[in-house]
């Protein structure tokens, strides 16, 4: 059996009440705090460990309790995510459809050709780590798992859950590359000597 508690549900449960905002108002908070780090442990306190030495019940006592030790921390949040509101009023006030449009055309088109299209920056910066040269696989190539050539040698580019996977029947005739995505960069590790190992 299976059972599925709503949020709601909890909070009637422990009697919290219910926090009601119009449309929109809670995404955008959330969005104001995220820049702002406004609940970071750092402004509010680590709460698991202030809930572990919290002994007493109720919401009400628990308020109380968190207030007596972390005082001024609710309204520095507060503060914290007010500026940022502020900076975000000031902002949509300069966004029209022309920078809308730019917006839309960038992720759509730009962006989603960098990420399937990442490939040839791996390669290229490799390529010069090692002072050689690079170029991308043809069709042919591609067909056959790899990506491109550092020297003379085929690469293929995978992603690190290729590691995991690796148990998987694949037979790819190429120094393998793995690389890692993160916000901002993409990470790739790898062997210089597996590069003079398999030449074509």
Wanted: charged residues 30%.
């Amino acid at each position: 059996m299976l059972l599925k508690i709503r949020w709601s549900d909890v909070a009637d449960t422990l009697e919290i009440p219910t926090a009601e905002f119009p449309k929109y108002v809670r995404p955008l908070l959330n969005l104001a705090n995220q820049y702002a780090q406004a609940t970071r442990p750092r402004i509010v306190g680590q709460m698991s460990e202030l809930m572990e030495k919290f002994a007493g019940d109720g919401v009400e006592e628990w308020e109380c309790w968190y207030r007596q030790r972390k005082p001024g921390a609710i309204d520095e949040a507060v503060d914290r995510i007010e500026e940022k509101i502020n900076e975000f009023r000031d902002v949509l006030a300069t966004i029209d459809r022309d920078m809308i449009v730019r917006w839309v055309r960038d992720l759509v088109i730009h962006k989603t050709y960098q990420g399937m299209r990442f490939q040839a920056a791996v390669l290229k910066a490799i390529a010069a780590a090692m002072n050689t040269d690079w170029r991308r696989a043809t069709n042919e190539e591609e067909a056959r798992g790899i990506d491109g050539y550092i020297g003379t040698a085929p690469v293929s580019i995978k992603p690190e859950s290729y590691e995991i996977m690796k148990q998987l029947p694949e037979e790819i005739d190429a120094v393998v590359v793995v690389y890692r995505k993160t916000r901002t960069h993409i990470e790739v590790e790898f062997d210089p000597s597996n590069f003079t190992s398999v030449q074509r």
